[in-house]
């Protein structure tokens, strides 16, 4: 899917040719955290990009700054050409965020109504329902509504001002796959008529199947950003895994062939392109038994761009 595709009626908004989203230099820091060590993104109108990286990574710190939620210790976050609070004071912007935000003794239908309330444009309410599978819902009251279904609610929220940008941190955290699976169809309704979205994840299965575009964190930094392909191919190759007794980074120095290596306790787990010449020289020079070579897939090129043993904390 191509961005041209994606858009075929909204118009380009904010300044002449502003990207969505334009991070430039950015940090934030708490304390000793590092959270965010200088991200510079530019996200273009109409690009459904997911934020993929393991727990801690920095994604919910640097969407708040786009949001406005949070200041940057450093550098900035543009949105649409305007600081943060301007994009969401002009309505260009919504998020879905993982908790809070319901009253839980309102329907859902009144919900919806109470938040179009607050907008002097808003999307028609049995639109926004439908839009977010909850017509059949829309008189149950919130306190009763599965997580997953509070979550379609939240969505609903998001989308009753009908923003260019949607941003979704984390959004199918705690829904089955059914569940799951149902709430991308209508994220991926929304992306057809040109919105841009920004969706936060652990999972690569589902950066891999709705993003047009990943950009991977680690400890705070982009570690790759391309296409789910381009990300993939960084799987190609072999994991080999092997019981080393007191194994160390400094044991690894001098072994051939390994891309990136990963060590819990006595088990050492390690990428390598040539997984032949690292099993020969695992077996002959070294104390390493009971190996395993797997083929990579996914999951392991996830593994590979955010292994730590490159980390320079
Ligand atoms: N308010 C805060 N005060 C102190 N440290 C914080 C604060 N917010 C985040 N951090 C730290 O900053 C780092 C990045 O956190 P962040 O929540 O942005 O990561 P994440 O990628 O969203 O993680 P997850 O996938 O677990 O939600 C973590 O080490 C976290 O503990």
Redesign the pocket.
């Given at each position: 899917m191509t961005t041209a595709t994606l858009a075929p009626h909204r118009p380009a908004i904010g300044a002449i040719g502003a990207p969505a989203i334009a991070l430039t230099g950015l940090t934030?820091t708490?304390?000793t955290?590092?959270?965010?060590r200088g991200i510079d993104l530019h996200v273009a109108q109409g690009e459904v990009l997911a934020f993929l990286?393991?727990?801690?990574?920095?994604?919910?710190?640097?969407?708040?700054m786009v949001l406005g939620l949070?200041e940057p210790t450093s550098g900035s976050a543009e949105v649409f050409g305007f600081e943060p609070g301007e994009a969401i004071r002009r309505g260009l912007v919504s998020a879905v965020m993982?908790t809070g935000g319901l009253l839980k003794d309102l329907t859902v239908r009144e919900t919806i109504a109470y938040t179009a309330s607050l907008f002097p444009s808003a999307r028609p309410v049995d639109e926004v329902l439908a839009a977010a599978g909850l017509t059949d819902l829309a008189g149950r009251s919130v306190g009763k509504c599965s997580g997953g279904e509070q979550q379609r609610l939240r969505f609903a929220m998001a989308l009753v001002s009908d923003p260019q940008l949607l941003i979704l941190?984390?959004p199918t955290t705690g829904m089955d796959v059914n569940a799951r699976h149902a709430f991308w169809e209508h994220i991926r309704a929304e992306a057809a008529t040109g919105r841009t979205i920004i969706f936060?994840t652990?999972y690569l299965q589902e950066a891999d199947e709705y993003a047009d575009r990943i950009v991977l964190?680690r400890s705070?930094r982009i570690v790759a950003d391309g296409t789910p392909a381009q990300l993939k191919a960084h799987g190609n190759g072999r994991t080999v895994r092997a019981t080393w007794p007191g194994v160390s980074a400094d044991d690894l120095r001098d072994v051939p062939g390994i891309d990136h290596a990963d060590i819990r306790g006595d088990i050492l787990t390690a990428s390598a392109t040539d997984s032949d010449a690292l099993a020969r020289h695992l077996l002959l020079h070294t104390p390493a038994h009971d190996l395993e070579v797997t083929a990579r897939g996914l999951d392991e090129a996830f593994i590979a761009l955010t292994a730590t043993e490159t980390e320079e904390n």
């Open positions: 934030k708490f304390g955290v590092q959270a965010v990286g393991p727990n801690g990574a920095g994604k919910t710190t640097t969407i708040d949070a993982q941190d984390e936060a652990h964190v705070g």
